[in-house]
């Protein structure tokens, strides 16, 4: 008698049984079952033959897999000949996915990077698709292109790796019976990347104190985190610089007394495996005056002599203002035979032309400009 395991197919996992009844023959009978020419052995392969009665033999299948799709028959067989019936067992088949990697080594910016996702077992049709970071892939969107190579086949390819691109690549596989899916991580080399930070934007006064961070929002660590001045590198602790590591992202700067030798540029160095970056900023210092020491010589002058002296500031911030005093008294030029003359922006020349008593005594020179006053002063004797 015919037996058939139905018109829909199975799915993995689903039981089923069969019964060859021989309803006419001569006994004794001999049963036999053949799955796609290969006898079935009870106990094996997951199947049971139970022989019911001298006219029936049942088969049945515990937990349905690939492996017993196909055409199944019955042989029964007598000393007056053979019978045969014959079923299709139709199994839908999950997809298998062949594992695909990145490689162990992370990449860098700028590279190149391809994956294929190969489905060799499953029934057709197949769904593929692809998640970054559990997020749907969309090909074409942030420089992913997706390509359907074949009804099996699906690649993945990034042209310019950016640190967007770094994190867990899945590949799900889906048909009628199942699904299936491959993970693989792609690591990338983030170089840092560094906050801007600034000293303001005015100037600072001798003994002012100052701070500055640099902060690195992204990029691998370890971090190496360095400074410099104007090209120079920077010890913790020297000429008045204090630097503090914070956290492996964070460095601090500081100046409690804020002088000459700091002004220029201030510059942040961080590296990683994956790069080198920097940012710079420039500490700009009031510097006052300083003047040269002057003279009128250690031998007293006589009346009726003319002498001059001059007043240079060698450093300091210009504008400078300069003017002459005599004994705490502006100079007037062009009174009591004083003349004064701006050779340059930083020089001034008083000259007498004519000594009498009245230009004995201290002459002092005073500088100014936003940073600060400085005088100097010499004795005149007549």
């Not at 008045?240 to 942040?268: A, E, Q, W, Y």
Request: aromatic share 6%; hydrophobic share 35%.
């Amino acid at each position: 008698m015919p037996f058939s395991f139905g018109d829909e197919p199975a799915n993995p996992g689903d039981s089923t049984a069969v019964n060859c009844m021989v309803t006419k023959g001569d006994l004794p009978l001999t049963f036999k079952w053949i799955l796609n020419a290969h006898e079935v052995v009870s106990g094996q392969g997951g199947v049971t033959i139970v022989k019911m009665t001298p006219r029936l033999s049942a088969l049945s299948i515990e937990s349905i897999s690939d492996r017993h799709r196909g055409t199944l028959r019955c042989i029964a067989e007598n000393g007056a000949g053979v019978a045969v019936a014959e079923s299709e067992l139709f199994v839908n088949v999950p997809p298998q996915i062949i594992p695909f990697t990145f490689g162990t080594e992370p990449s860098n910016l700028g590279e190149i990077a391809g994956i294929q996702c190969l489905v060799p077992k499953g029934d057709l049709p197949l769904e593929i698709h692809w998640t970054l970071n559990s997020a749907p892939i969309v090909t074409g969107e942030e420089e992913i292109s997706v390509t359907r190579m074949s009804p099996r086949s699906s690649s993945l390819s990034i042209d310019n790796l950016s640190w967007r691109h770094r994190g867990t690549y899945k590949c799900i596989a889906t048909n009628l019976a199942g699904s299936a899916e491959v993970t693989s991580e792609l690591k990338i080399n983030v170089p840092p990347q560094i906050i801007p930070f600034t000293f303001g934007d005015e100037a600072s006064n001798p003994g002012d104190s100052h701070a500055v961070h640099c902060t690195v929002t992204k990029g691998d660590v370890p971090i190496d985190i360095r400074w410099s001045l104007n090209g120079q590198p920077l010890v913790n602790s020297e000429n008045g610089v204090t630097i503090f590591r914070m956290s492996p992202r964070l460095s601090s700067l500081s100046i409690d007394n804020v002088k000459d030798i700091h002004r220029g540029v201030f510059k942040c160095t961080a590296s990683n495996a994956a790069g080198t970056t920097d940012y710079a900023t420039e500490l700009i210092v009031n510097v006052p005056p300083q003047i040269l020491p002057f003279a009128f010589g250690d031998e007293p002058s006589n009346l009726g002599e003319s002498i001059g002296v001059q007043c240079m500031v060698t450093k300091g911030d210009l504008p400078v203002e300069i003017r002459w005093m005599h004994n705490s008294e502006a100079i007037m030029s062009g009174r009591d035979s004083f003349t004064v003359s701006r050779l340059n922006p930083r020089t001034s020349y008083l000259n007498i032309e004519s000594l009498s008593g009245i230009h004995r005594g201290v002459y002092s020179c005073e500088a100014r400009n936003v940073a600060g006053l400085v005088e100097n002063s010499a004795q005149l004797r007549v």
